[in-house]
């Protein structure tokens, strides 16, 4: 199985801060990587699919980069309704694997 | 506009079954890949089980393989999770989610139902 691995695990940030999570897969998984938001009580978010590719309605200071084993999401300027949990994903192979979250809060 | 509801979900004593249904609405059902993720209580998610545009194929984790079952109805536009044998550590919200076409990322997701497993 591929394991996904995300760093920090929390992250403390300010509103307008830039905001970087990492993901890496424990083996090559091409493009197939896809970020999630979620908050509390409600369903995961798509947020980027294939690596880089933005989902439609998803603000533009979300963007995603990287291939291979390694992955990062970028939050540009962060905005109060960002603070939530953030999950990567694998879509390369079965079973499909979600790394452990990155919560992000308030500083 | 995309819609999925499960239902199905409640509280199971250890070694019981239950089944859950999730109701598509919205996009062609039958031309889309489609599964269900859980959550247990304050954890992360988990990917259970996939299931192919007709039914021919399915894919599950290997905490979950030979106890439970994915299927759907193409004519009802529902998807299905027999699970059997259930475990405490079964206990989890779970998830009907629609696949990106192409890909097994999951762009809508149902509200979740909450399955318990306890005695």
């Known amino acids: 199985d591929i394991q996904m691995t995300q760093s920090p695990s929390s992250v403390s940030a300010s509103v307008g801060d830039r905001v970087t999570i990492a993901c890496r897969a424990s083996q090559g998984i091409s493009s197939w990587l896809a970020w999630y938001q979620q908050k509390p009580g409600k369903a995961p978010k798509l947020l980027i699919y294939a690596a880089s590719t933005l989902q439609s309605g998803v603000p533009s200071r979300f963007s995603g980069s990287g291939s291979g084993t390694d992955f990062t999401l970028t939050i540009s300027s962060l905005q109060p309704e960002d603070f939530a949990t953030y999950y990567c994903?694998?879509?390369?192979?079965?079973?499909?694997?979600f790394g452990g979250g990155t919560k992000v809060e308030i500083k | 506009e995309v819609q999925l509801v499960e239902s199905g979900g409640g509280l199971v004593q250890p070694g019981g079954s239950l089944r859950l249904s999730c109701a598509a609405s919205g996009f062609t059902f039958s031309s889309y890949v489609m599964s269900w993720v859980r959550q247990a209580p304050g954890k992360g998610l988990e990917w259970v089980s996939g299931i192919s545009v007709s039914g021919g194929s399915t894919y599950y984790s290997d905490s979950v393989k030979g106890r439970f079952t994915i299927s759907r109805d193409n004519s009802e536009n529902t998807l299905y999770l027999q699970m059997n044998s259930l475990r405490a550590e079964d206990t989890a919200v779970y998830f009907c989610?629609?696949?990106?076409?192409?890909?097994?990322?999951?762009?809508?997701w149902g509200q979740g139902t909450l399955v318990t497993v306890s005695s």
């Open positions: 989610a629609k696949t990106v076409t192409t890909t097994w990322s999951f762009d809508y």
């Open positions: 994903q694998q879509a390369n192979s079965f079973p499909l694997t």
